[in-house]
């Protein structure tokens, strides 16, 4: 599960559930599987891959790079409480199950 930490107040936080053996994309264009409309994200940004019981993510030659915990990257393994940022946006790895 990917958690946006920092939002504003009027908007709803975003949450990503990444199921076990899938792989989704982020993006800003409708057709990634997770959209963030925000010119800082590319239209096809990056993919998370939940393999092998592990959680990577790859960035997909954007513009503005996928960074972990501050560090640009290209590919990574996330682990609970990682920092994944994407444009403003900030998404908080966790292991928590979310409410259906």
């Known amino acids: ?25 982020i993006g800003r264009m409708r057709n990634a599987d ?3 409309e925000h010119t800082l994200v590319s239209r096809i940004h990056c993919r998370l891959i939940n393999q ?3 959680l990577e993510v790859e960035d997909l030659d954007s513009a503005n790079g996928t960074y972990v915990n501050n560090q640009k990257i290209q590919r990574t393994r996330l682990a609970a ?15 928590e199950p979310i409410a259906d």
């Open 81 to 95: 409480g990682d920092k994944l940022r994407i444009g403003h946006v900030e998404l908080v790895v966790s292991n």
């Open 52 to 54: 092998d019981g592990h």
């Open 34 to 36: 997770f959209v963030i």
């Open 1 to 25: 599960v990917l958690r946006e930490e920092s939002v504003d107040k009027a908007c709803q936080p975003l949450t990503f559930r990444i199921m076990p053996g899938s792989m989704k994309t």
